[in-house]
């Protein structure tokens, strides 16, 4: 596989998506709704797609692989645990869906500034997203660095692949917002998907089969068959990775804004059911990447460069190889993307509103366009620090944000939930995991990722104990949920 062959690749992947990209567009993108959300109508197969590479970016076929490459069949338990957690989208999804549309809600710290009634709450979420998704978006441009010079033994460095991945993202963001992010989501999960399978049928049969490459595995090593195995997957160690990973869904707000955006509960049910197939599909092709790696080349640098290895060798032919590379920085770019719009439209729907009084809708706008570019470049200088595992830092960056959970399950089920308790539960528990990292993640042998979720649940129910509930805001929040629930019975 040739440098040259590469760049025409991402350059006709660049054209095609540009192309949809502005295809994609439509009237109403000049609103708040319309760029950050697609004014509410995105329909079920685009949805489940969408959903699809923005989750299962540089993490799955670079992190995933890698953390499989490290640690063995941990990583796949580690894996499914995040998969059973998607299961509280089939609870929380409605609620959040009736909610928007009944109030207009754009962004997740909008909706529990007004459940509880406090611009404080809503700001503090905002802060806190920002301070933990950054380093996560840089995970995402770490991705594709590792994959660019892996695959072409340096001949694009680490630094090239990041600085293309934050302009394209940047790129695809400014054309339609999420409207654009997500129709080139949909092109690129489906090649994705398709091409990284096939890739992990050849090696498998290269390497003899199924039976041959566990033979091996079992022969060679027999610790990446085993729990702990070798020693990465201690029993607390998977804890701590897991458990963030379960409340993945409603903890990150790039992930919880979707849930504004199908037009229908069907299409979000679509959404749902489409985005379990893909999973399941893509997480054994993950997995059985880094057993394949393992087997094929003992011994790598760094685990995450398991994957990029894998696609620049004899064992893929060069065509299929560079379609997959493609379908990873697509799908990197696409977190990226959402992280990005994510975040602007907090910053400034629910931080720049907030400080600055009677703010237009156009002017939130025209500010969240602003800082989209400052996210990015802010994630591309933290990518450059090229700091530990990916997998690891994804679930590091979780572990900050299980901070918001208690405080988004309270406001649906715990009526005496109030302001002070999210303010607490949030600040506090941001603090506590940022001060665990900064001195070597370990409390009496315990890592943030098992001690955020009981603190922050501990903050919320102790502050809300102490202070009165905001009854108004409360119940028209539940009744607008009820309202749409009792439609659907």
């Known amino acids: 596989m040739t440098e040259s062959m590469i760049w025409m690749a991402i350059a006709i992947y660049l ?17 708040m709704s319309g760029f950050f959300l697609g004014n509410r109508q995105m329909n079920g197969f685009v949805s489940a797609l969408s959903y699809s590479a923005t989750t299962y970016s540089a993490f799955m076929m670079v992190g995933l692989a890698g953390l499989t490459y490290a ?16 299961s509280l989208v089939a609870i929380f999804g409605p609620r959040f869906w009736a909610v928007g549309r009944a109030f207009g809600f754009v962004t997740p710290s909008e909706m529990l500034g007004f459940r509880y009634h406090s611009k404080a709450v809503a700001l503090s979420m905002s802060i806190a997203s920002c301070i933990f998704l950054i380093p996560y978006c840089a995970v995402q441009l770490a991705g594709v660095g590792y994959l660019l010079e892996g695959m072409t033994n340096g001949a694009i460095g680490f630094t090239s692949g990041v600085l293309l ?7 695809f963001a400014y054309v339609a917002g999420i409207r654009s992010v997500m129709w080139t989501d949909s092109l690129q999960a489906l090649v994705m998907i398709v091409a990284s399978t096939l890739v992990a049928l050849l090696v498998i049969q290269a390497l003899g089969g199924f039976g041959e490459l566990f ?5 060679e090593h027999p610790d990446a068959l085993t729990v702990p195995g070798s020693g990465l997957f201690s029993l607390t160690t998977f804890l701590g990775l897991s458990i963030p990973w379960f409340f993945f869904s409603l903890s990150n707000p790039q992930v919880s804004q979707r849930l504004f955006m199908p037009a229908s509960l069907s299409a979000m049910r679509q959404m749902l059911i489409g985005f379990m197939v893909f999973g399941f599909v893509y997480t054994l092709v993950s997995i059985l990447w880094g057993f394949s790696a393992l087997t094929a080349f003992p011994g790598l640098e760094r685990a995450d460069l398991a994957t990029p290895t894998l696609l620049g060798s004899d064992f893929i032919p060069p065509l299929l190889g560079v379609i997959v590379m493609v379908g990873i920085l697509a799908a990197a770019v696409s977190t990226i993307d959402s992280i990005m719009l994510t975040l602007a439209s907090m910053l400034s729907r629910d931080v720049y509103a907030h400080v ?7 002017r939130q706008l025209l500010v969240g366009k602003f800082v989209v570019p400052v996210i990015a470049l802010l994630a591309l200088g933290f ?15 979780s572990s900050g944000l299980v901070a918001v959970v208690p405080a988004i399950v309270g406001a649906f089920f715990w009526q005496r939930g109030t302001a002070f308790g999210a303010l607490l539960s949030i600040l506090g528990t941001s603090a506590f995991v940022l001060t665990m990292y900064a001195t070597g993640n370990a409390l009496w042998g315990l890592p943030a990722g098992i001690w955020g979720i009981a603190v922050a649940t501990l903050l919320f129910i102790g502050g809300s104990l102490l202070t009165t509930p905001h009854a108004p805001s409360r119940v028209a929040f539940l009744d607008a949920v ?4 009792a439609k659907r019975r």
């Open 165 to 171: 991945a934050t302009a394209i993202a940047i790129l």
């Open 15 to 31: 054209s095609v998506s540009v192309m949809i990209a502005f295809l994609s567009r439509q009237k109403g993108v000049e609103s």
């Open 383 to 397: 990518a450059e620090l090229q700091l530990d595992l990916i997998a690891v830092l994804s679930v590091a960056a």
């Open 71 to 86: 640690g063995g069949v941990g990583a796949l338990g580690f894996e499914i645990i995040y998969f059973a957690g998607v």
């Open 482 to 485: 009820n309202d749409v629930l």
């Open 215 to 219: 033979d091996t595995l079992a022969r």
């Open 356 to 362: 600055k009084s009677d703010v237009s809708e156009k």
